[in-house]
Each structure stands twice: as structure tokens, then as C-alpha cells.
């Protein structure tokens, strides 16, 4: 069982930065893939960017040069830094924990989720 809560949402203007926390409790937090999605009202969730034990990441098209994502497994965190943050940015961004074991099992875990507002 994994638990993550997530941190660091707020209320920003065009142009600015945020860096969201996603702090991990349970064991074995570096065999997961962990990622960060996010949904906007009357939309689907989506992808925002994903990274691999190994520190492999991918991203959305839309974010690519402007967030980032970065873990630490003796923290058992990972980030999501945000820079040029645009108005449709804004949603409520949620950690997501992943994984398959040797067996085949299939693990998810999600996080609360935290609000990114990005107005003028």
C-alpha cells in the first residue's frame, strides 16, 4: 500500500513558476514509476509527465521545455517544477504511484490531488 500526498498548488499569474511536492509513504517507493496528471473542469485527466525508477522521463507535448519532472527515492518524493506557467495550465494536479511486479499484479496509487490556479 502506498499513500502520497501531494503539495506546493497556489495560485499564480501568466509567466510564473510553482513546484509541486508528492511525498510517498509504504515500502519499496523506487520500484514505482511515479507521474504527475492533472484535470481541468470538464475535462479528462491527463498526463503531465511520468519518470521511471531510473530517472527515464517523458512529458506531454504542451509542457516539454517548461515543467519538469524529478524524483528522490531516499525521500521518497518526486516534483514537478513549473515554469512559464500558462492559464491553461491550470487544474488540479494529481501524483500517481505505478507499478508491476513479477507476478503480473498491478498496483495504481493517486493522491488527493493539489489546485494550480494560473490568472491574471
Known amino acids: 500500500q502506498v499513500q502520497l500526498v501531494e503539495s506546493g498548488g497556489g495560485l499564480v499569474q501568466p509567466g510564473e513558476s510553482l513546484r509541486l511536492t508528492c511525498v510517498a509513504s509504504?515500502?519499496?517507493?523506487?520500484?514505482?514509476?511515479m507521474g504527475w496528471y492533472r484535470q481541468a473542469p470538464g475535462k479528462q485527466r491527463e498526463l503531465v509527465a511520468r519518470i521511471t525508477s531510473s530517472g527515464v522521463t517523458n512529458s506531454a507535448d504542451s509542457v516539454k521545455g517548461r515543467f519538469t519532472i524529478s524524483r528522490d527515492n531516499v525521500k521518497k518524493s518526486v516534483y514537478l517544477q513549473m515554469n512559464s506557467l500558462e492559464p491553461e495550465d491550470t487544474a488540479v494536479y494529481y501524483c500517481?504511484?505505478?507499478?508491476?511486479?513479477?507476478?503480473?499484479?498491478?498496483?495504481?496509487?493517486w493522491g488527493q490531488g493539489t489546485q494550480v490556479t494560473v490568472s491574471s
Open positions: 500517481n504511484a505505478d507499478r508491476t511486479d513479477g507476478l503480473g499484479r498491478h498496483y495504481d496509487y
Open positions: 509504504g515500502s519499496i517507493f523506487g520500484l514505482y514509476i
